[in-house]
């Protein structure tokens, strides 16, 4: 199975210093804003027409962040007026999702969401972690390789009904 072709990288917007913390109940509609944002531009391009219905119908990104808000951590710039661009949520040894406003992408608030999840899951004992990644999300494994994650698989997910390839990337955790 080949993956599709790799887009050209949007070019690197002025670097936008975070600082990565607890989600807070304050923190849940700008990471529902955050999360219909990203399907909007990654997902849905890619969806037959029943997913986005779907999504936007039962009110999928509103209902994620209600589910596991408590245990997400945000990127909120320290410019003091952007406010919180984007999120991570983890379960187990897993990173289960990390998502930044598609304006505010490589700008720093994905790696600072990424290294503070490496951070975490070897704090909580875990010697190495593993992220999975639709294979049209081609951004998004350019970015996980860059940071030193190795493919070592793929399988099919099931988004909404709609089976997608997906690439399966794991990395050693340094100092474990």
Same mark, same amino acid.
């Given at each position: 199975?080949?993956?599709?072709p790799r887009p050209k990288p949007k070019p690197r917007g002025k670097p936008l210093p975070v600082t990565v913390?607890?989600?807070?109940?304050?923190?849940?509609?700008?990471?529902?804003?955050?999360?219909?944002?990203?399907?909007e531009a990654t997902w849905m391009p890619f969806m037959p027409p029943a997913v986005p219905a779907r999504y936007?119908?039962?009110?999928?990104?509103?209902?994620?962040?209600?589910?596991?808000?408590?245990?997400?951590?945000? +990127? $909120? &710039?320290?410019?003091? *007026?952007? %406010?919180?661009?984007?999120?991570?949520?983890?379960? =187990?040894?897993?990173?289960?999702?990390?998502q930044v406003l598609p304006d505010h992408q490589r700008r720093g608030a994905g790696r600072a969401l990424l290294?503070? +999840? $490496? &951070?975490?899951?070897? *704090?909580? %004992?875990?010697?190495?972690?593993?992220?999975?990644? =639709?294979?049209?999300?081609?951004?998004?494994?350019?970015?996980?390789?860059?940071?030193?994650?190795?493919?070592?698989?793929?399988?099919?997910?099931?988004?909404?009904?709609?089976?997608?390839?997906?690439?399966?990337?794991?990395?050693?955790?340094?100092?474990?």
């Amino acid at each position: 199975m080949s993956d599709l072709p790799r887009p050209k990288p949007k070019p690197r917007g002025k670097p936008l210093p975070v600082t990565v913390r607890q989600a807070e109940e304050r923190d849940r509609p700008r990471m529902v804003e955050i999360m219909d944002q990203c399907w909007e531009a990654t997902w849905m391009p890619f969806m037959p027409p029943a997913v986005p219905a779907r999504y936007r119908s039962e009110n999928l990104g509103r209902a994620f962040v209600e589910h596991a808000w408590q245990t997400c951590r945000v +990127a $909120e &710039a320290d410019d003091g *007026k952007t %406010g919180v661009v984007g999120f991570s949520f983890l379960l =187990d040894r897993q990173i289960k999702t990390i998502q930044v406003l598609p304006d505010h992408q490589r700008r720093g608030a994905g790696r600072a969401l990424l290294e503070d +999840a $490496e &951070a975490e899951l070897a *704090k909580a %004992g875990h010697n190495a972690v593993y992220v999975e990644c =639709d294979v049209f999300n081609a951004r998004a494994a350019v970015f996980y390789r860059a940071m030193g994650y190795e493919e070592t698989g793929r399988i099919d997910t099931d988004i909404l009904g709609y089976k997608v390839a997906t690439h399966v990337f794991e990395k050693k955790l340094a100092g474990t």
